[in-house]
């Protein structure tokens, strides 16, 4: 039996909603930079004009790209057929400069999960791949001014089932701390870096006040705060979009109270 990682409450009233049996997996895009990807060996990076084609697929399929939160809350209510969750890990610059514009002209929303201790710095993270600017404190507000909600990455993008206890509450509670004050606004979006989760993970991440937590591919556990996502890249057409859309249902079990 997978394990269960709590309840989640979209529209933010504090009450609980009653159990549910669980349902379809969500099916939650994570994409990471938005810009050249002549030189990207991790495979986070797809071009402005991919990325175009990736929405007008999704809108002559009759989706629309929305954030977690507004998926959430939309599947809450017994809705969300047309709809699917958009997400940027890392807070790279080219978000604003190059992601936002074509997410406007699409009429997509987004979640873009961003590091609250790296404001202004680079994916210092990655050592083979080029260095990539990140958004600073000025960039996150105008996302966020924009409509696209801002969740948590940690706070310096560390394994968190590495972390000790110290470093495990610091990435997760100070990260959603700094980013409400940051952005006048209640966090409730976390994402694993690395996609890496373990039940240790999980249940800081629930007692820190997210409502919601994204991974890749969280094994046995299930719920709202293990949400499993699709990688998109550059090399995903038309037909491979088409193939991971139906394939992730079939591959992912259902998600306990989601």
């Keep these: 039996m997978a394990a269960s990682v709590g309840s989640v409450d979209p529209a933010g009233t504090g009450a609980l909603p009653a159990p549910r049996r669980p349902g379809p997996v969500p099916w939650v895009a994570m994409y990471h930079s938005v810009g050249d990807c002549s030189d990207d060996p991790y495979r986070i990076t797809v071009t402005p004009e991919r990325l175009a084609g990736q929405l ?3 809108r002559r399929r009759g989706l629309r790209g929305v954030s977690v939160a507004e998926l959430l809350a939309a599947r809450a209510r017994g809705g969300a057929r047309d709809l699917v969750g958009l997400t940027f890990d890392d807070g790279y610059a080219d978000f604003v400069t190059d992601a936002l514009p074509l997410l406007r002209r699409w009429d997509c929303g987004a979640t873009l999960f961003v590091l609250p201790g790296r404001l202004g710095g680079d994916n210092a993270w990655d050592p083979l791949g080029p260095r990539k600017p990140l958004l600073t404190a000025d960039g996150i507000r105008h996302a966020a001014a924009e409509g696209v909600e801002i969740g948590s990455h940690g ?7 590495k972390a000790d206890d110290v470093a495990l509450k610091t990435e997760v509670a100070e990260s959603r701390a700094r980013l409400a004050e940051l952005t006048g606004t209640r966090v409730d979006g976390f994402c694993y870096p690395y996609g890496t989760v373990d039940a240790r993970a999980v249940e800081a991440v629930r007692e820190a006040g997210y409502a919601y937590a994204c991974a890749i591919d969280p ?8 949400l499993p996502r699709v990688h998109v890249g550059q090399d995903d057409t038309a037909w491979r979009l088409h193939l991971k859309y139906r394939l992730h249902r079939l591959r992912r079990r259902p998600v306990e109270g989601v």
């Design 155 to 161: 706070l310096t993008h560390v394994d968190l089932t």
């Design 219 to 226: 094994g046995p556990l299930t719920g709202p705060h293990a």
């Design 56 to 58: 007008a697929w999704l």
